[in-house]
């Protein structure tokens, strides 16, 4: 059997065509792959939720004061949710409702609050930092304190 010029061209072009069609099912593949993974983001999803001393780092706390002593902190909080949230702070000191704030955050937005406070009589003064995610207002969902000794 003899194969003629134009049956190996058709075969060529047969080939050429599927190999183009995988080719283009593995691009759209790959395209669909890559939006899916930044749209569905991955990994954990949490709230940070911490006190700095008054220089802006985690150390220096004023832990010890004299009586009617004032004091320094900055509050954080950094939203990793993977989406916008509600927050609503609060900061007792004493059953004393020192802070009641409710807090917009984007994803990936960081707010920084300076928290200003006066030592009060001697003895051990413990401040309280509750965050809630919203709309659960009665489930703390992260919690901070300090203790203070006022001499």
């Known amino acids: 059997m003899i194969k003629t010029l134009n049956e190996d061209s058709t075969k060529k072009s047969k080939n050429g065509k599927f190999i183009s069609i995988i080719l283009i099912i593995l691009l759209a593949s790959a395209i669909a792959v890559t939006a899916y993974i930044i749209v569905v983001p991955l990994g954990e999803s949490f709230t940070e939720f911490y006190i700095l001393g008054p220089s802006g780092v985690a150390s220096d706390y004023p832990t010890n004061l004299s009586s009617?002593?004032?004091?320094?902190?900055?509050?954080?909080?950094?939203?990793?949710?993977?989406?916008?949230?509600?927050?609503?702070?609060?900061?007792?000191?004493?059953?004393?409702?020192?802070?009641?704030?409710?807090?917009?955050?984007?994803?990936?937005?960081?707010?920084?609050?300076?928290?200003?406070?006066?030592?009060?009589?001697?003895?051990?003064?413990?401040?309280?930092?509750?965050?809630?995610?919203?709309?659960?207002?009665?489930?703390?969902?992260?919690?901070?304190?300090?203790?203070?000794?006022?001499?």
């Open 68 to 151: 009617d002593e004032n004091g320094s902190l900055i509050i954080g909080i950094v939203n990793h949710e993977n989406k916008k949230e509600l927050y609503h702070l609060v900061v007792t000191s004493d059953n004393d409702v020192q802070i009641n704030q409710i807090v917009t955050l984007n994803n990936q937005q960081t707010l920084e609050i300076p928290f200003h406070f006066t030592a009060g009589q001697p003895g051990t003064m413990e401040i309280d930092f509750m965050l809630y995610k919203l709309p659960d207002n009665t489930n703390v969902y992260r919690s901070l304190h300090l203790w203070i000794n006022i001499t």
